[in-house]
Antibody, heavy 118, light 110 residues
Framework: EVQVVESGGDLVQPGGSLRLSCEAS????????MTWVRQAPGQGLEWVANIKPDGSEGYYMDSVKGRFTISRDNAKNSLYLQMNSLRDEDTALYYC???????????WGQGTVVTVSS | QSALTQPPSASGSPGQSVTISCTGTSSDIGGYNYVSWYQQHPGKAPKLIIYEVYKRPSGVPDRFSGSKSGNTASLTVSGLQADDEATYYC??????????FGTGTKVTVL
């Protein structure tokens, strides 16, 4: 079965750090762009970052540049999001997704919850 | 990058059609034919229903159709069914491998 499963979400204080993971299975992970998308409680979807298939470059939304780092380990079929200097507004459900189509994400996980609060 | 603008809500009776607009700028929707649409039911992950403006992934019924004119993209759901009741989001490429989502439209089947 083609799927991605996120983990690593937690309650963290403002200014803290967290690393999210996404484990892929059922497809050739190393050939796909991957992305992180978040959804604050009761709010809409927000694109956070994406990464090339070979992991050579990542791209970010403005508000997380310099604080978040997207990476991947193709040998482990895993995607990561290192989040530093966390803010209240980073509180959200974080989804991992695959770009199975041009600019279209066809495989999504169920998400992992990040709560930033003191 | 500001979110694309969608109407907060739309509705229709079973069997009818509903069209949702998604307005951006020449830097996103107007600049690229990379508009996608997602359907999200409460508590569930989003589902891709349209990509590259009008293309449907396998398994998505042809009741869902997409189009674009200038800086505005549209999603039409024909033959509304109860299961179409969900929130729909547009998404556009904005260049340099960046993307932006729309504000979301909640569709109610009356």
């Amino acid at each position: 079965e083609v799927q991605v499963v996120e983990s690593g979400g937690d309650l963290v204080q403002p200014g803290g750090s967290l690393r999210l993971s996404c484990e892929a299975s059922g497809f050739t992970f190393s050939t796909y762009w991957m992305t992180w998308v978040r959804q604050a409680p009761g709010q809409g979807l927000e694109w956070v970052a994406n990464i090339k298939p070979d992991g050579s470059e990542g791209y970010y939304m403005d508000s997380v540049k310099g604080r978040f780092t997207i990476s991947r380990d193709n040998a482990k079929n895993s995607l990561y999001l290192q989040m530093n200097s966390l803010r209240d507004e980073d509180t959200a459900l974080y989804y991992c997704a695959r770009y199975g189509y041009v600019a279209g994400c066809d495989i999504w996980g169920q998400g992992t919850v990040v709560t930033v609060s003191s | 990058q500001s979110a694309l603008t969608q109407p907060p809500s739309a509705s229709g009776s079973p069997g009818q059609s509903v069209t949702i607009s998604c307005t951006g700028t020449s830097s996103d929707i107007g600049g690229y034919n990379y508009v996608s649409w997602y359907q999200q039911h409460p508590g569930k992950a989003p589902k891709l229903i349209i990509y590259e403006v009008y293309k449907r992934p396998s398994g998505v019924p042809d009741r869902f159709s997409g189009s674009k004119s200038g800086n505005t993209a549209s999603l039409t759901v024909s033959g509304l069914q109860a299961d179409d009741e969900a929130t729909y989001y547009c998404c556009s490429y904005t260049g340099i491998n960046n993307y932006v989502f729309g504000t979301g439209t909640k569709v109610t089947v009356l």
